[in-house]
């Protein structure tokens, strides 16, 4: 059964702080991607790695950078925090193939607000 | 450029009635499609699929959704409603020869007892 957790289930933070949320799969899939999740706007996607040390802006990248040091692990950092920030945050993984009809699986969220 | 359109954002039916979610995409080549599901604190979970091949998909718990290319249309349905089902649903496309799936808005469904 795969299996994506997440470090925190919330977190609260001040602006101007750096931000580390972490993401680790289990099931060996090589792509991993991370989501913000916010009221009527869906998903939107910020980053997205399809291999270690690899990865490519989404739609909303700015305030944001990823990191991917290992297979399983992929961190989203929010270098200075700031209000507009403050979000349900979603990491996903899929299996090999950036195309195709491969399902994302993903994690419990973290929601995070900027003080 | 790939868009998905779902259609209320709150849609509320009573128990034991029929669900009917709607979702409408654009895309220039055949798309793939899905449904996810969000339980109230946590992740999305996959519903259902399209890729190719017969146009009636069914899913977990009882849901099923039809292709319908001439109306580019994905809509979700079940016959008949249980109080578990309340949740958000979200639409989501990815062309074939894309690398990212794009999500709809999401729609929340509520059961009244």
């Known amino acids: 059964d795969v299996k994506v957790t997440q470090s925190s289930r919330y977190l609260v933070k001040r602006t101007g702080e750096k931000v580390f949320l972490e993401c680790v799969q289990d099931?060996?899939?090589?792509?991993m991607f991370w989501y913000r999740q916010d009221p009527g706007l869906g998903l939107r996607l910020i980053y997205f790695?399809?291999?270690?040390?690899?990865?490519e802006k989404g739609d909303i990248p700015e305030g944001y950078s990823v990191s991917r040091e290992k297979k399983e692990r992929f961190s989203l950092i929010l270098e200075s925090a700031s209000t507009n920030q403050t979000s349900m945050y979603l990491c996903?993984?899929?299996?090999?193939?950036?195309?195709?009809?491969?399902?994302?699986?993903f994690g419990p969220g973290t929601r995070l607000t900027v003080l | 450029a790939q868009s998905v359109t779902q259609l209320g954002s709150h849609v509320s039916v009573s128990e034991g009635a029929l669900v009917l979610l709607r979702c409408n995409y654009s895309?220039?080549?055949?798309?793939?499609l899905f449904w996810y599901v969000q339980y109230p604190n946590q992740g999305l979970q996959l519903l259902l699929k399209?890729?190719?091949?017969?146009?009636l998909v069914k899913g977990i718990n009882g849901f099923e959704a039809e292709f319908k290319k001439s109306e580019t249309s994905f809509h979700l349905t079940k016959p008949s409603a249980h109080m578990s089902d309340a949740a958000e649903y979200f639409c989501?496309?990815?062309?074939?020869?894309?690398?990212?799936?794009?999500f709809g808005s999401g729609t929340r469904l509520s059961i009244r007892p």
């Open positions: 790695s399809y291999d270690v040390k690899m990865k």
């Open positions: 996903a993984s899929s299996p090999h193939g950036l195309a195709g009809a491969n399902e994302q699986f």
């Open positions: 989501a496309v990815r062309e074939s020869s894309a690398s990212k799936i794009i």
């Open positions: 099931m060996d899939h090589e792509n």
């Open positions: 895309s220039s080549v055949p798309p793939y």
């Open positions: 399209y890729t190719t091949g017969a146009t």
